[in-house]
């Protein structure tokens, strides 16, 4: 199957900056990945909405940057709260001959005869199951068939799913439960809190901020993934003041 292919641009606007960017339809980006100096770049934010809804998180991406094409994973993907729309996004540069780990999302297909009924309520513990392989062997995503879960108490576990562990190693616990059926309870929605200006702009000003702090050569381990700006070091306690009598103590007397 033929890779997606993404064009981005050299980004010069940084920082609090970027806000014309997005107003011009414009995402600020980073590629960034193991011994791979991090570049900012830009993308056009159509055209990357259209990439994104066909290769998802799990799929390899061509960015092509000048004359440069880098096999990259879409990352970190950053939205505006109020409006859902995408707001930054980095591209993590991998090498194909070394294996990384990804999160692949679980999808529930069907819909159970117990919660049809109304027996039960199938409850969805795991989103995602992570996993380490190459970069071209990470699944799309994991396939549950909700229409075999008919009775309560019926459950599906990581060691349950259709993986191929001859390419894909599993890091969850085999035991862990995926999707279970539970008794039926009847539950009032919550509303949804709404969100202000200020908690629209402190989202995007963070998608910007872990951009930077990428460009700026921060990575984790094996992943590179960007750390967040303004991580601290645990703060040590202070130093005990020493007891006056027990120095005192010490003195010689003369």
């Known amino acids: 199957m033929e890779r997606v292919a993404i064009k981005v641009e050299p980004r010069q606007v940084v920082g609090k900056k970027v ?3 997005r107003a011009e339809g414009i995402v ?11 570049v900012s770049v830009q993308v056009d934010s159509k055209d990357f909405q259209k990439s994104f809804k066909e290769a998802g998180e799990t799929a390899l991406v061509d960015v092509k ?6 096999p990259s994973l879409i990352h970190n993907l950053q939205r505006d709260p109020r409006t859902d729309q995408i707001i930054h996004v980095d591209f993590h540069k991998v090498n194909l001959k070394e294996k990384i780990t990804a999160h692949v999302p679980v999808i529930l297909e069907g819909q159970s005869p117990a919660e049809k009924s109304g027996i039960g309520l199938l409850l969805q513990t795991l989103n995602e ?8 062997d990470i699944p799309a995503h994991f396939t549950i068939d909700a229409d075999k879960l008919t009775e309560v108490g019926q459950s599906v576990h990581v060691k349950d799913l259709k993986i191929d562990m001859d390419k894909v190693e599993v890091k969850n616990d085999p035991e862990e439960v995926v999707v279970s059926v539970q008794t039926a309870e009847m539950k009032e929605e919550e509303p949804e809190p709404e969100v202000s200006p200020e908690e629209v702009e402190a989202t995007a000003e963070k998608g910007e901020a872990e951009g930077e702090a990428t460009a700026e050569g921060e990575a984790t381990k094996e992943g590179g993934e960007a750390k967040e700006e303004g991580e601290k070091a645990p703060e040590t306690p202070a130093e005990k003041p ?4 027990t120095e005192l103590d010490k003195k010689p007397i003369v």
């Open 19 to 21: 806000k014309k960017l």
């Open 28 to 38: 600020p980006a980073n590629v960034f990945g193991k011994d791979f100096k991090s």
């Open 65 to 70: 940057l000048d004359k440069e094409t880098y």
């Open 129 to 136: 199951v992570e996993v380490e392989c190459l970069p071209t």
């Open 242 to 245: 020493k007891n006056k009598d």
